[in-house]
C-alpha cells in the first residue's frame, strides 16, 4: 500500500456537487476568467456573429455570448450557400427568453441596417443599386437594401415615360431624394443620375450654338401648339407655324412621337435656355413656286383652309394662302358672318385682288366671279321710278331702313315714307330685321348706286280724303291715348292721331279728361301738307269766340292759297259787288256741295277699312 501524501487535502477530494470542491475565491476567480471570454451584449441592436451549425429548420449562431443564438432557417433563404463559419449579422431581440434561450433575428438586422444605409445614402448623395419589383400607380417599386422605395414615373427620365413595364424585374442605379420616417417611405430618383450626365453636354450645346446651325433631334413630347425636341441635353421648341409652310392643325398630323427629324436653330436664349426652331425653314418658300401668270385679275383655284370673323384663307398652293375678305365674298352691302357663304374644305376659284410677292401676301374675291348688279343693262328699266318690289329688311337705322331687293342692290325706305297715318319715330315700330317689305321705287342714282323707296306710296294719300271728312267744325268721336306738356294724343276713326290742346280737353263738368276716355271733338284746325289735325272737346258745348273764329278761318285759308287766288285776278279787273242774295244762295249751294263730298269721303275710308280688315 502506498502512502499519503503528507499535505494532501481530503477535504477537497470529498467535497458534495459540483463544483463543490472549489472554494469561493476559488470560483469567484474562476467566474471572471470565463467572463473575460464573452462579449457583452445590448438589446436590440445589430451585432456580428459566426454560423456554428445549420440545419432544415434552424441556423445556430455565436455572437460570442455566454450562450448561441438560433434563428430560423427561412431568415436565410437570400443565402442558399450558407455554412458553418460564415459571418452575419443578427439582430439582439432578447438575451434570455422564458427557456434561457438568446434570441436573434437575421430579418430585423437586414431591415435596421438597410434604413441606416438609406439614411447615410441620403447625407451624401452616394448612387445605390436598386431592383425594380413591380409597377404601381404613378410609378415603380424598386427594392434598396431590402426596403421598397417608391420611384415617381416623373422621376424615371428626363423624358416622359409611357410605358413603364419595360423596367420591372431590371436592375437601376438610383438616389434617395426623401425619406418619410413616420410612414416608413422612401422616395428615390433616376432622373437625378441622367440630368448630371446631360447637364455637361446641355453647356457644351449652348456654348457652341448659334442661328442658323442645323440639328437632329428626337421629339420627346407633343402638343397642340408644337413639339419639343430632345437636342441631345437640350430641349427646343417647334412651334406648329414652324413645322410646314402649309396650314395644320395640329403636329401628329406631319410627326409622331421618338422620330428623329431635321431642325434649324431660330432663335435661343442662353441665360433662360430656351430654343427656337424651325422645320419649315430647310426647304424653299412655296411662294417661289407660284406659277408667273398670276397676277391681279387672274383666276385662281384653292381650299379653304381657315374661316375667321372678317373672312376666309384660300390655299393656292401648300403655304401659299389668299384671304378672302367677307366684304368681297357678296355684292351684297350689308356684312354677315363668312361662314354664311363658306366652310373650311370648301374647293372653289377665286379673282385675284391684290398681289405682293415680296410681302407675300395676296387678297383675293369671290363676288368678282358675277357681275355687279349695279351694271346691269336692265338695272335702269328694272327699277324705274315708279315700279313695285318686295325686299327684305337687312338693316335699322333712326333715320328709315335698308331694303334689300336682290343681291348687292339695297334701297333706303325713309322712316316718313312709311305710313300716311301713323307717326313713326323709328322703323322698329313698323318691322323689324329680316321682314318683307313692299315698296315702290322714289328716286333711282344708278351712279352713285343710291335707291330711295317707299312703302306708304303703294296706297293713295287718304290725307286727300281726311280733308273732305274732317272738316273744320265738324264733330267726331276720339279716345284719348296719351298726353304731353302741351297736347293731348287723341285716337282718331280710320287709324289717325290728332292734337288736343291741354285747356280744350276740359268737360262740361269743369274736369280735365284723362287717358282712355273716349268723347266727342270739334275740328279746330286741319294741315293737309303736315299731316296734323288739332281738335277740341270744350268746343262740342261751348261757342267759339271771335279770336277762336279767325283762327278757324286762317286755317280754313292758308296764305298760299290767298297769292294763288291774287295771282289769277286780272290787276285792272274790279271786283264786282255782291249782293246778300247772292251771298246766301253761293253759302247754301258751297255746304250743299262739302256735305255732298264728305259723305262720299266716309264711303270711300269705310270701303278701304273694310278691305283691310278683309
Do not use: C
Not at 375667321?308 to 351684297?332: K, N, Q, T
Request: proline share 2%; hydrophobic share 40%; net charge negative.
Amino acid at each position: 500500500m502506498s502512502k499519503q501524501p503528507k499535505d494532501f487535502d481530503w477535504d477537497l477530494v470529498e467535497g458534495k456537487g459540483f463544483g463543490g470542491n472549489y472554494t469561493t475565491e476559488q470560483k469567484e476567480k474562476m467566474e471572471a476568467a470565463i467572463e473575460a471570454t464573452l462579449n457583452s451584449v445590448t438589446e436590440k441592436e445589430v451585432v456580428k456573429g459566426i454560423v456554428v451549425s445549420k440545419t432544415d429548420r434552424e441556423v445556430i449562431i455565436n455572437i460570442g455570448f455566454k450562450s448561441d443564438g438560433l434563428v430560423s432557417a427561412s431568415e436565410f433563404r437570400d443565402m442558399p450557400d450558407l455554412k458553418a463559419g460564415d459571418e452575419v449579422e443578427v439582430y439582439i431581440e432578447n438575451q434570455e427568453d422564458a427557456n434561457g434561450q438568446l434570441t436573434l433575428s437575421r430579418k430585423l438586422a437586414k431591415v435596421m441596417g438597410a434604413w441606416t444605409n438609406i439614411e447615410k445614402a441620403l447625407e451624401e448623395d452616394t448612387i445605390i443599386n436598386g431592383f425594380v419589383k413591380r409597377r404601381t400607380k404613378g410609378g415603380l417599386i424598386v427594392d434598396i437594401f431590402g426596403i421598397e422605395a417608391f420611384l415617381p414615373g416623373s422621376q424615371i427620365d428626363v423624358k416622359p415615360i409611357r410605358d413603364f413595364d419595360i423596367f420591372v424585374g431590371k436592375n437601376m442605379e438610383v438616389k434617395v431624394v426623401k425619406i418619410n420616417h413616420t410612414n416608413d417611405n422612401v422616395v428615390v430618383s433616376h432622373k437625378v443620375l441622367i440630368e448630371k450626365d446631360l447637364e455637361a453636354q446641355r453647356q457644351t450645346i449652348l456654348t457652341n450654338l448659334d442661328k442658323g446651325q442645323v440639328l437632329e433631334g428626337v421629339i420627346k413630347n407633343m402638343t397642340n401648339f408644337g413639339v419639343f425636341i430632345d437636342l441631345g441635353g437640350v430641349d427646343g421648341l417647334l412651334h406648329i407655324t414652324d413645322i410646314s409652310w402649309g396650314r395644320i392643325n395640329h403636329p401628329q398630323e406631319v410627326l409622331k412621337l421618338d422620330q428623329k427629324i431635321q431642325v434649324v436653330v431660330l432663335d435661343f436664349d442662353e441665360n433662360k435656355k430656351r430654343i427656337s426652331l424651325g422645320m419649315k425653314q430647310l426647304q424653299a418658300h412655296p411662294w417661289e413656286a407660284l406659277a408667273a401668270g398670276t397676277e391681279v385679275g387672274s383666276k385662281v383655284k384653292g381650299k379653304i383652309v381657315n374661316v375667321a370673323d372678317y373672312g376666309a384663307f384660300l390655299e393656292v398652293l401648300p403655304g401659299v394662302e389668299g384671304l378672302i375678305h367677307v366684304s368681297e365674298m357678296s355684292w351684297s352691302q350689308h356684312l354677315r358672318n363668312p361662314q354664311d357663304f363658306l366652310k373650311v374644305g370648301d374647293e372653289m376659284e377665286a379673282v385675284v385682288l391684290t398681289l405682293d410677292r415680296a410681302e407675300r401676301k395676296m387678297s383675293l374675291g369671290i363676288k368678282q366671279l358675277t357681275e355687279d348688279p349695279w351694271t346691269k343693262t336692265d338695272l335702269l328699266a328694272k327699277y324705274a321710278i315708279g315700279t313695285k318690289h318686295k325686299g327684305t329688311v337687312r338693316n335699322l337705322t333712326n333715320f328709315g331702313l335698308f331694303l334689300e331687293l336682290e343681291e348687292g342692290i339695297d334701297g333706303l325706305v325713309h322712316v316718313s315714307d312709311l305710313s300716311w297715318t301713323k307717326k313713326i319715330k323709328h322703323p322698329s315700330e313698323f318691322v323689324k330685321v329680316g321682314d318683307s317689305l313692299d315698296v315702290v321705287v322714289i328716286e333711282l342714282d344708278a351712279d352713285n348706286r343710291r335707291l330711295a323707296l317707299g312703302h306708304k306710296q303703294l296706297e293713295e294719300n287718304p290725307w286727300d280724303t281726311f280733308e273732305s271728312v274732317f272738316t273744320l267744325g265738324s264733330t267726331h268721336k276720339a279716345t284719348i291715348i296719351s298726353k304731353n306738356e302741351k297736347f293731348g294724343v287723341l285716337e282718331l276713326p280710320y287709324g289717325i292721331e290728332g292734337l288736343a290742346p291741354l285747356k280744350q280737353l276740359t268737360k262740361a263738368d269743369e274736369t280735365v279728361a284723362e287717358v282712355g276716355e273716349a268723347l266727342d271733338f270739334v275740328v279746330t284746325e286741319f294741315h293737309k301738307e303736315e299731316r296734323k289735325i288739332i281738335l277740341s272737346h270744350t268746343r262740342t258745348f261751348t261757342a267759339a269766340t271771335a279770336e277762336e273764329v279767325a283762327a278757324d278761318a286762317a286755317a280754313a285759308k292758308p296764305e298760299k292759297k290767298k297769292a294763288a287766288k291774287s295771282a289769277d285776278k286780272p290787276a285792272n279787273v274790279t271786283a264786282e259787288k255782291s249782293t246778300m242774295g247772292d251771298i246766301g244762295a253761293l253759302s247754301a249751294l258751297k255746304e250743299q256741295m262739302e256735305g255732298a263730298e264728305r259723305e262720299q269721303a266716309i264711303k270711300k275710308l269705310e270701303k278701304k277699312s273694310s278691305k283691310k280688315a278683309e
